[in-house]
């Protein structure tokens, strides 16, 4: 690799491994560019023929990069991206060479054994064929590391029979339905030009950053992602100096290079800073379409790791690493746009003129109120559990924050059938002549709501920093698909489509109202409200699961064949398991490092406490009271902390043998979940009590504090 110089140039660099649009135009045959750009779009069937053309040209152009394998890419319901490699390389010949070759079979299908991956019941594991498919609508792309170049092709995963296995089949199927039903909705209003409206999507990522050596030090860590012992530090965010402060040096590098690495990447990493908590961050990228979106976000997260290790540092994706302190999520920019640059959640200056605006609008509400339980499911995941409601990130309660301007304007359609005007941004006064005037928003952000518009779009807050953003997408794609659907049965068919529109419009306003609210998600208040108007609050992933399948549910999922009943029930037996397994694993590292590290540490400690009791009474008569009474109040400690190792150990055992499913995850999280409590409880008042030269492991403050 050719050395750049120390100021890259980020328009120069983006793109730079990536077989995009303009890398297919340059090298493919005219006939054969302009026959892919129909696939993408969805026109046109992939051939034998085309593919081996541009397999051919992808290799070289791979090989030109360094690359000497390729992979399918693809995202099973692991909740990581899987790949296995092949080498460019043909059986040896006679005379002992190989030649370099990749066939258009290669490029478009693969056959990993689906028996190794999640099915949930889909597949015995005698049956284990699965297949990969080409998906040409996210751009391969090749990835430089240690391991040398290797060109990745992203790929659906899918059953011998059909099923899908993974996160970008359905997504991509959701795509096609909210794509069908918005083109319908907006024939009605006129609009015969537009041929594509896509789902776009800008995902903020949040991350911790902190030192390698202390993270190796932790077992937690590296076991569960999470701290699952730590007394907290006396300082913590209630400062609120970390937020959007200045990025410390170590870190800014760090960041550089992550950025670096996604611009070659075409990952359009845009936005960086400090987050809430210490040692925390942010990254977001410019949206783009869902399924780029889903998997750039999967690169987002495998480089930050990567890059961390570079460093000696260490990044932390969990959504709770460290309890009492902020975790991290991530915030999902949804909106609808035409491929003629229209987006149809752009209220424009007027909203209350803008009919289909409206129309859009409140189908939304409708969509997110009626199936509010599929959307917080899809934001379900074990380490979820431990921010959703907590005051850190929205409510487990969903709702939709429209901000003053819509809200009037909803105000005014349900109260007289019509609405007459919109509430204006004024001009911003700050008091100081020197300062530019500026025209502020027609409308404050709200923080605390789980689905809030912002301007253009909608953003779904809800989800966990590590899991894919695919699930919620196609929850999203899906209803808000329905709903149009709905709206357009209604519309082609009525007589007078004004009046009928205008009906539509303050009917779906009036009959899901009860899904917005503008206050304090946070509040108590809001939680008993929201039980008055009848509204789900699902306090954890394993309530928040029997959503997935429930007749609503199959029905919605199977009329826009995103998902089959079966694939339904399959993902329900995933979610169990893995809720259970976690949990298993948290409850196994502490049973291990509570009997491994931790009591043999607080026994040195009373040994030296009993030590220095006996020497100083043979020494002198001095008082020895201190030492005595701290040896008592260790003791006691530790054997509170042997009691609940004990009882945690038998928990665990037990729910190992239960049989996977419901009643095992509803098991783990009530009695094992609570026994790790009652674990962790002595062993942070011993850390605040035994000499920290004798404490096995770095204490919160030193990890993020320290880095
Ligand atoms: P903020 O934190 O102020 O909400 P950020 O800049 O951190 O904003 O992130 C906003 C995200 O929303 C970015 O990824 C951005 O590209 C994305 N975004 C902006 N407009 C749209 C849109 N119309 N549709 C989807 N995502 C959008
Ligand atoms: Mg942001």
Redesign the pocket.
Known sequence: MEKRNEYDNAAEMFGENVFNDSVMQERLPKKVYQKLKEIIRGGKELDLATADVIAHEMKEWAIEKGATHYTHWFQPLTGVTAEKHDAFITAPMENGKVLMSFSGKELIKGEPDASSFPSGGLRATFEARGYTAWDCTSPAFVRQDAAGATLCIPTAFCSYTGEALDQKTPLLRSMEAVNEQTLRLIRLFGNQTSQKVTA?????QEYFIVDREKYLMRKDLIFTGRTLFGAMPPKGQEMEDHYFGTIRERIAAYMRDVNKELWKLGVSA??QHNEVAPAQHEL????ASANVAVDHNQLVMETLKKVAGRHGLQCLLHEKPFAGVNGSGK?N???L?TDDGI?L?DPGVTPHENFQFLLVLTCILKAVDIYADLLRESAADVGNDHRLGANEAPPAIISVYLGEQLEDVLKQLIRTGEATHSITGSKLETGVKTLPDFMKDATDRNRTSPFAF?G??F?FRMIGSQDSIAQANIVLNTIVAEAFAQACDVLEHSSDFELALHDLIKKNATEHRRIVFNGNGYSEEWVEEALRRGLPNITSMVDAIPSLNTEKAVRLFEKFGVFTRAELDSRVEIEYETYAKKINIEARSMIDIAGKQIIPAVIKYTTALAGSVNAVRSACAADVSVQEGLLMEVSALLAETKGALTKLQVLADQGSTMEVGREQAVFYRDAVLAAMHDLRSPVDRLEMMVDKEIWPMPSYGDLIFEV
Request: hydrophobic share 25%; no cysteine; proline share 9%.
């Open positions: 776009s999507v800008g995902p903020e845009k936005t977001a990228p410019i949206y915030h920019n949804w909106s746009t987006n959640l912002t253009n779009k953003e």
